[in-house]
Structure formats: structure tokens, C-alpha cells
């Protein structure tokens, strides 16, 4: 790819994620790194190239549609690698995977939507095997910290000679962030579609939705992730509405590997509301909450009071938010032969926002600069299986806390 006009392109820097991404590239992009801005809108790609640090002056401006086919193969073909922010992806992201397919262009977005990963997998994991495409979904805070935590988990579990295969794996979540008028669309719209549509409630129920052959699966029972309040090693545990997509994203990136985490492994995650009683209450009304939410979103008469409290499209968290924001996930795992590890995937910054810009943006460009540094895959992959310890590298150097130790 060194005759390609760009090292990467960023497709959607004027959305709100995107604009933070760009300025995440601006600040750590090796100087000399050739980043393109896309978007629909030149005035406002212009905007956005303004207010960024001095090194992105000179980054060229690309107007492309996301619904064109024909221009998006045109701007893929132009660069090494394609990040994106522009979602909801169920509705405008699969033009934007299938040309990188087709051009042999890695891929990095933010989705959490189930149905268009499945769709995104279906449409271009065989193309992109062709091409040399790496595809990789979920480059967020859905799913970065759950699926680098338990690599880490196998790491650890590898470097003490334990090869038995992961069993158990208890993560437990607790962050504080806002919320955008983006994130806040592509929930709508998955809430919708299992609303609506059979097959998408159907996608939803399968543990294994994302599994690349889904007849070979193990068979493991897998465990409840919208349980009760219930304790996990002395901490009361709540529900977390991102749980099913990051379970799904941990088991498919085990699943790419031929099982290398184990046949056996069950991935549970869930909200720490912390010990004694006031964990507790703290669980019990976390749970509550989660319950009416999805009640409030399932009924049209209140969905459209929600959709009407939350952010619109554009709109998100302040600076002093982000700046305020934080996320921490304790992993705890065990092995078919009795080990015992744990790991923590943690950092500063909003985690939907602030952090998020940094993960999206250090995907981007380890696809685009770290060549035979990662895995030698290609096709429709995961942060974990697609860059690996690259990514966990690049973290670390932006202030991640990455770690896992045998217990």
C-alpha cells in the first residue's frame, strides 16, 4: 500500500466522536503520518481541521457520502487504512465496509450494534480474506476494554505455562461518563430492530451470534448477563446493558482463534456497585433502572419521551465532562487445571467519549503504521484478534492501564 494517496482517512470528523478522534490524530500521529478528513460537508470538514492542533493544518479534506457506493470505493482505494464514526451503522456503515473489503483498505469503527456487525461480517469477511483487508468492529469502549482484558487473561494464563483453557471469566465494570446524541441514535435504532423484526430478537438470543462458524461452537453453557444483583468475589454485581455485545465480541474473538482461550470459557460482565449494603442498594437500584429503561424504550409512547430528554445528533458531554470522566474493568478468570488470574483494563478520560477518541484513534493507526507488527489475519476480525498486543502497546503509551498477574 505505499503508493496509496494516505496513510488514513478519518470518515465522519465532523460528527462529535470524530471530531475528538481527529484531535486525538493531530497530537499523536508520528509527524509525517498522511491523515485525510471525510466527511459529507467541506465547510465543516474545514471547521473541524481549524480547531485541531497545529500538525493537521495541512490534512487534506475529502467529501464522500456515506451512502456512495462508487465514492467510498474511491476514497478507500486511497489510503492504507479507514476509520469511522459515522452510525448509525446499521443504517450507513455497510456501503463503508464493503469498499474497504473490495480495495484491500483495513477498516477500524465504534460499533456496538449487533445486526450490522453480523451483517458487516456476512457482506465482507469473504472479500476482505481476499483483499488482505482487516476489518475490525467494536474499537471503543465497546469492546476494547473487555476483549484486551481477557487476551491479557490468556497471556498471563501462557506465561505461567498454564494451557488448560480459560473457564470462568468474571469482568466487573464501573466507569463515569456522559452521553451523545450519536450513542444515543444507534441504541434507538437496535432497540428498534429487536423491536420489530424477529430475526433481529433472534440475533439477540444466540450467545453466538458472532461466532465464524456457529456449528463448531463447544456448546458451553453461557451465564446470564442481565441477572439479579448478586455478589462476584465480595462485590455486589449489577446489569450492564453493554454486557451481551461485548460477551459476543470475547467469544468471537475466541472463536477466530480456533478456541485459544479455552472450549470451556464463560464470559460474564457486569456493573460493580461495590460491598456491604451500600453496594447492595447500589446493585438493586442499578438494576431497577435498567429494567425500566428497557421497558421505557420498548413502548413507543415513552420511547419518544426518552428520545426526546436525551441528546440530539451532534450534541454530547462538555469538556469538563470528558475531562472528569473515568473507567475501570476487573477481570477474574480461572483455568480447566485450577489457575487463577486476574487483569485490569483501565483509564482517565470520559469512557464513551474522551477514552474512546484515543482507542479509535490508536486502532486507526496501528492498522495503518504497524504493518507486520500484528497478527497475520485478515477478514471480519476484532481489536484483539486484528491487533493484539500492538493495540495493547499503543494504549499503555497513552496512559491505559493494561495488566493481568496470576492470582
Keep these: 500500500m505505499a503508493d496509496r494517496e494516505?496513510?488514513?482517512?478519518?470518515?465522519?470528523?465532523?460528527?462529535?466522536?470524530?471530531?475528538?478522534?481527529?484531535?486525538?490524530?493531530?497530537?499523536?500521529?508520528?509527524?509525517?503520518?498522511?491523515?485525510?478528513?471525510?466527511?459529507?460537508?467541506?465547510?465543516?470538514?474545514?471547521?473541524?481541521?481549524?480547531?485541531?492542533?497545529?500538525?493537521?493544518?495541512?490534512?487534506?479534506?475529502?467529501?464522500?457520502?456515506?451512502?456512495d457506493p462508487a465514492g467510498l470505493r474511491r476514497v478507500a482505494g486511497s489510503t492504507t487504512a479507514l476509520a469511522t464514526t459515522v452510525g448509525p451503522y446499521a443504517r450507513r456503515g455497510l456501503p463503508?465496509?464493503?469498499?474497504?473489503?473490495?480495495?484491500?483498505?483495513?477498516?477500524?469503527?465504534?460499533?456496538?450494534?449487533?445486526?450490522?456487525?453480523?451483517?458487516?461480517?456476512?457482506?465482507?469477511?469473504?472479500?476482505a480474506r481476499t483483499s488482505g483487508a482487516r476489518l475490525v468492529h467494536a474499537c471503543g469502549y465497546d469492546s476494547v476494554?473487555?476483549?484486551?482484558?481477557?487476551?491479557?487473561?490468556?497471556?498471563a494464563a501462557q506465561a505461567a505455562g498454564d494451557g488448560s483453557g480459560l473457564t470462568a471469566v468474571q469482568a466487573l465494570v464501573a466507569a463515569r461518563g456522559g452521553v451523545s446524541g450519536g450513542t444515543v441514535s444507534s441504541l434507538l435504532g437496535e432497540v428498534e430492530a429487536v423491536r420489530t423484526d424477529p430475526g433481529a430478537r433472534r440475533l439477540h438470543a444466540d450467545p453466538h451470534a458472532l461466532s465464524p462458524n456457529p456449528a463448531a461452537e463447544p456448546g458451553t453453557a453461557q451465564p446470564r448477563l442481565l441477572a439479579p444483583p448478586h455478589r462476584v468475589s465480595g462485590r455486589w454485581a449489577a446489569p450492564s446493558v453493554m454486557a451481551p455485545f461485548d460477551a459476543h465480541v470475547v467469544r468471537r474473538s475466541n472463536a477466530l482463534t480456533a478456541w485459544a482461550y479455552g472450549r470451556g470459557l464463560r464470559y460474564a460482565e457486569h456493573l460493580d456497585a461495590g460491598r456491604g449494603v451500600a453496594g447492595l442498594l447500589r446493585a438493586a437500584a442499578l438494576t431497577g433502572a435498567t429494567v425500566l429503561g428497557a421497558a421505557a424504550l420498548a413502548l413507543p409512547p415513552t420511547r419518544r419521551l426518552v428520545e426526546q430528554a436525551l441528546p440530539a445528533a451532534g450534541d454530547g458531554p462538555d469538556a469538563a465532562t470528558r475531562e472528569a470522566g473515568w473507567f475501570r474493568h476487573r477481570f477474574l478468570a480461572s483455568t480447566a487445571a485450577g489457575g487463577r488470574y486476574a487483569a485490569r483494563?483501565?483509564?482517565?478520560g470520559d469512557p464513551g467519549y474522551a477514552a474512546t477518541a484515543v482507542m479509535l484513534g490508536e486502532a486507526a493507526l496501528a492498522l495503518a503504521l504497524d504493518g507486520t507488527a500484528l497478527p497475520d489475519r485478515a477478514g471480519s476480525l476484532t481489536p484483539a484478534t486484528a491487533l493484539g498486543d500492538a493495540l495493547v502497546t499503543?494504549?499503555?503509551?497513552?496512559?491505559f492501564r493494561l495488566d493481568a498477574v496470576a492470582v
Aim: aromatic residues 4%; contains cysteine.
Design 345 to 348: 483494563v483501565a483509564a482517565s
Design 96 to 127: 463503508v465496509v464493503e469498499a474497504c473489503a473490495a480495495t484491500g483498505t483495513h477498516y477500524a469503527d465504534l460499533s456496538g450494534e449487533l445486526t450490522f456487525v453480523r451483517a458487516a461480517v456476512d457482506a465482507a469477511d469473504g472479500p
Design 6 to 67: 494516505h496513510d488514513l482517512v478519518l470518515l465522519g470528523a465532523t460528527s462529535f466522536v470524530g471530531a475528538l478522534t481527529a484531535e486525538h490524530l493531530a497530537r499523536a500521529a508520528p509527524p509525517g503520518t498522511r491523515v485525510a478528513l471525510a466527511g459529507r460537508d467541506r465547510e465543516r470538514l474545514a471547521a473541524v481541521r481549524r480547531r485541531l492542533p497545529a500538525p493537521a493544518a495541512d490534512w487534506p479534506l475529502v467529501v464522500v457520502d456515506a451512502t
Design 145 to 155: 476494554p473487555s476483549d484486551l482484558g481477557v487476551h491479557l487473561l490468556h497471556r
Design 394 to 399: 499503543r494504549l499503555r503509551a497513552r496512559g
